[in-house]
């Protein structure tokens, strides 16, 4: 599950909490119907990332022991079967399951739709060097069922852009944390973007986060969203803009140290949603 390594879980609960909040802020939706919501997002992203990472040990078990980074990983070193590995990961299924029914039916379909990208995914970086854009689809998808989570109707004009600016980041980010393995990666057959766009990285990686602004941008003009927003959104873009541009994409330490940075990145992006929300319910939006 990871658990030792919780950037992942943060990663992909934080899209959950931006359209949770832009949703709640879109229907004025009382706190507590929030606050609810987080809670049983929080929960249901320690267990579905768990459950992703079971799946991708799976499939990469042939394929972690080439890497220095994973060849201790549980099922790849011997210390977990295959067996073992599969029912595990029917227990977390279960589980996410259970959290889904806790939440309004809309967003029970919803995040089943997500199930096939998640189970799939692994097998994308053996004949592709774009594995990134099938595990941001992932990563993204709390963009959508924050909406019904709270009761609101999901808008496509505001969940629709807010889920490609949050798959271009984390494009942008994964690609970071691709190049820390990629001497071993070639070594292994593993496909990658950081291989793919090599030394183009850099400014592939800056096009991709201006292009990111734009689509955050729409997603905060057409939910009527109030200052807050764009002002922690010219923050959180300056951060992001900076790391892109100071990486060390030779530096396996360089580019964790990146990576791991948009946790901080994702919450500055968060901060202005819930401050404009918190404005409106107290009759100053």
Known sequence: MRLEKPVGTWLLLIPSFWGITMAA?????????????????????????GAGCTINDIWDR?????????????????????????????????????????????????????????????????????????????????????????????????????????????????????????????????????????DKSKPIMKGLALTQAGFYAAAGIFNAMGPGFYITGAWAFTRYYNQIRKVNLDDPKSCWGAFTSNITTGFIFWLGMVIDYLLLLGGFL
């Not at 939706?29 to 609810?36: G, H, I, M, R």
């Open 25 to 49: 802020y879109s229907i004025a939706a009382p706190l507590t119907t929030t606050l609810s919501a987080i809670a049983l997002f929080s929960i249901g992203a320690v267990i579905m990332r």
């Open 62 to 198: 042939n394929l972690d022991n080439q890497v220095a980074r994973t060849m201790e990983r549980p099922i790849t070193s011997g210390r977990v079967t295959v067996p073992q590995a599969v029912a595990w990961m029917g227990v977390q299924c279960l589980a996410g399951l259970a959290v889904l029914l806790a939440l309004p039916f809309e967003c029970f379909y919803i995040g089943a739709l997500s199930v096939p990208f998640i189970i799939a995914y692994p097998l994308f970086k053996r004949f592709t060097y774009y594995p990134q854009a099938f595990l941001s689809i992932c990563y993204s998808w709390g963009c959508f069922l924050g909406f019904p989570a709270v009761g609101a109707a999901l808008n496509w004009w505001v969940a629709g852009p807010l889920f490609i600016s949050n798959w271009i980041w984390c494009v942008v980010y994964d690609t970071i944390y691709a190049h820390q393995d990629k001497v071993f990666d070639v070594k292994a057959g593993i496909k990658s973007t950081a291989l793919a766009w090599g």
